[in-house]
């Protein structure tokens, strides 16, 4: 059986759902927001593709902190 993976929300899970409907595929979906994500099936995911498949980067948005960050030594 296939299984998808991601979000709900997420417009490449909601085609390929479509798709697999139209084709009257068997198929399972794990939502992260509602099923999670253990370390276990995430080493299976990255032993079987690359991290930039497995991770949507352009989600991902690092910024400036709005605060100086102030380290102290004791």
């Not at 909601?14 to 080493?43: E, I, P, R």
């Amino acid at each position: 059986m296939i299984t998808i993976y991601g979000i709900s929300n997420c417009d490449k899970v909601k085609k390929a759902k479509a798709w697999l409907d139209k084709q009257n595929a068997l198929y399972q979906f794990h939502n992260y927001k509602v099923l999670g994500c253990d370390q276990s099936l995430v080493d299976n995911l990255l032993r079987r593709f690359a991290y930039n498949e497995v991770i949507n980067l352009s989600l991902i948005h690092i910024s400036e902190p709005t605060r100086p960050l102030y380290i102290s030594y004791a």
